[in-house]
T-cell receptor
């Protein structure tokens, strides 16, 4: 199994509060990703990183920011959480973009976030 | 535009039945990759298979097999003699090589929930 951990695994927060989710990898992979999973929508990409301090937006980036100060850590921040951000959040890693060489993305265990 | 369609939202079968999960994709690229992932009730996402657009050979792994047909833009997944442990949500995903719109990232279908009853 790829060495990916996410913290916290569960969180309940209130609307308007800031929330930070952490993804940590031990595989030294260059690429890291944040997805959200919602019923009827599958997995949708929020942001991704292609190196330290290098990040880009995904399909559903509004209301989210990310940071990557070390290869092994990728943080997802909800500056002011809203109920629409209640979801399960998955981190993933890969050595290169899947479209480049077909590298597999490996996923972390997920974080269940509830915004009341 | 790139897109992955899994038209079957939910499938229910009885143990030992064969079941096929459909995946249809859209892409303008000639080089692309297709993936299947499994998400059991415990919630983690497990990689099952990767296939590139130049390899149309079918793949078999135990009770699992995959049928890739470029002519119909499909990459279907068949489970033979299904078991209760196969109950999960299965996702098909596409990545394109030329960074046309997806920057080489994965585009997921919405998933098919398979329930295998004893």
């Amino acid at each position: 199994d790829a060495g990916i951990t996410q913290s916290p695994r569960h969180k309940v927060t209130e609307t308007g509060t800031p929330v930070t989710l952490r993804c940590h990898q031990t595989e030294n992979h260059r690429y890291m990703y944040w997805y959200r999973q919602d019923p009827g929508h599958g997995l949708r990409l929020i942001h991704y990183s292609y190196g330290v301090k290098d990040t880009d937006k995904g399909e559903v980036s509004d209301g989210y920011s990310v940071s990557r100060s070390k290869t092994e850590d990728f943080l997802l921040t909800l500056e002011s959480a809203t109920s629409s951000q209640t979801s399960v959040y998955f981190c993933a890693i890969s050595e290169s973009p899947p479209g480049l060489w077909g590298d597999t993305q490996y996923f972390g265990p997920g974080t269940r976030l509830t915004v009341l | 535009a790139q897109k992955v369609t899994q038209a079957q939202t939910e499938i229910s079968v009885v143990e030992k039945e064969d079941v096929t999960l459909d995946c249809v994709y859209e892409t303008r690229d000639t080089t692309y990759y297709l993936f299947w992932y499994k998400q059991p009730p415990s919630g983690e996402l497990v990689f099952l298979i990767r296939r590139n657009s130049f390899d149309e050979q079918n793949e078999i792994s135990g009770r699992y097999s995959w049928n890739f047909q470029k002519s119909t833009s499909s990459f279907n997944f068949t489970i033979t003699a299904s078991q209760v442990v196969d109950s999960a949500v299965y996702f098909c995903a596409l990545s394109e090589a030329n960074y046309g719109g997806s920057q080489g990232n994965l585009i997921f279908g919405k998933g098919t929930k398979l329930s295998v009853k004893p």
